[in-house]
Nanobody, 126 residues
Framework: QVRLAESGGGSAQAGGSLRLSCVVS?????????MGWFRQAPGKEREAVAA????????YYSDSVKGRFTISQDNAETTVWLQMDNLKPEDTAMYYC??????????????????WGQGIQVTVSS
């Protein structure tokens, strides 16, 4: 069974940094997969943060994090990181890692993703 496990969340002050990790287990087709980070704040819908295609493919970012967050992947493509710099209080949310088994026409759409991690909390104080 495919499993995604996030780690690295926590608290930071505005302007600070955090790095999230997502480890994928039991999925043999990493190079054809798209992986993404999404977040959901209380009372709000889940929104896209960033996505990356396997095999060193393209990256995508939402406008709200572009220039501040960086998504990357290890060579084995079993781990995806989200480096979050210059954090803002509005970045406070539960962050989820998602995996799309195949090509995702809209990598920043949650409907493209087949598997999800349990989520990890990120809290940014002003």
């Amino acid at each position: 069974q495919v499993r995604l496990a996030e780690s690295g969340g926590g608290s930071a002050q505005a302007g600070g940094s955090l790095r999230l990790s997502c480890v994928v287990s039991d999925f043999p087709y990493y190079t054809s997969a798209c992986m993404g980070w999404f977040r959901q704040a209380p009372g709000k819908e889940r929104e896209a943060v960033a996505a990356i295609y396997g095999g060193g493919g393209s990256t995508y970012y939402s406008d709200s994090v572009k220039g501040r967050f960086t998504i990357s992947q290890d060579n084995a493509e079993t781990t995806v990181w989200l480096q979050m710099d210059n954090l803002k209080p509005e970045d406070t949310a539960m962050y989820y890692c998602g995996l799309s088994r195949g090509y995702a026409r809209r990598p920043l759409s949650a409907t493209e993703y087949d598997y999800w991690g349990q989520g990890i909390q990120v809290t940014v104080s002003s």
